[in-house]
């Protein structure tokens, strides 16, 4: 099955730090770009963050620019989300998924292989 396993959720203060990873099962990075997206029950889901095949990065949302940075280990298939600076807005569960056009877009219709979540939760 083909899919993300994301995990480092948890529960931090406001402006502490995560790093999110996600790593891919049954498949190879290498030819993907990918995508971190955040959901708060009863929202829709909310494009974060890119990272191209090549680890250029595109912010899909303006309040996590300076803040957010995403890297890629495509040896390892995984790809992190270093999250800084963290606000009790940025609380909700956290996605990633892959697009097959290699580069950044925004538009999110060809994201594919969503894993599970992973929860983070920042307290004031």
């Known amino acids: 099955q083909l899919r993300f396993v994301e995990s480092g959720g948890g529960l931090v203060q406001s402006g502490g730090s995560l790093r999110l990873s996600c790593a891919a099962s049954?498949?190879?990075?290498?030819?993907?770009?990918i995508g971190w997206f955040r959901q708060v029950p009863g929202k829709e889901r909310e494009g974060v963050l890119c990272?191209?095949?090549?680890?250029?990065?595109?912010n899909y949302a303006d309040p996590v620019k300076g803040r957010f940075t995403s890297s890629r280990d495509n040896a390892k298939s995984t790809v992190y989300l270093q999250m800084n600076s963290l606000k009790p807005e940025d609380t909700a569960v956290y996605y990633c998924?892959?697009?097959?056009?290699?580069?950044?877009?925004?538009?999110?219709?060809?994201?594919?292989?969503w894993g599970q979540g992973t929860q983070v939760t920042v307290s004031s």
């Open positions: 998924a892959a697009d097959p056009r290699l580069n950044c877009y925004r538009d999110y219709d060809l994201y594919d292989y």
């Open positions: 049954g498949f190879s990075l290498d030819y993907y770009a």
């Open positions: 990272i191209s095949s090549s680890g250029d990065t595109l």
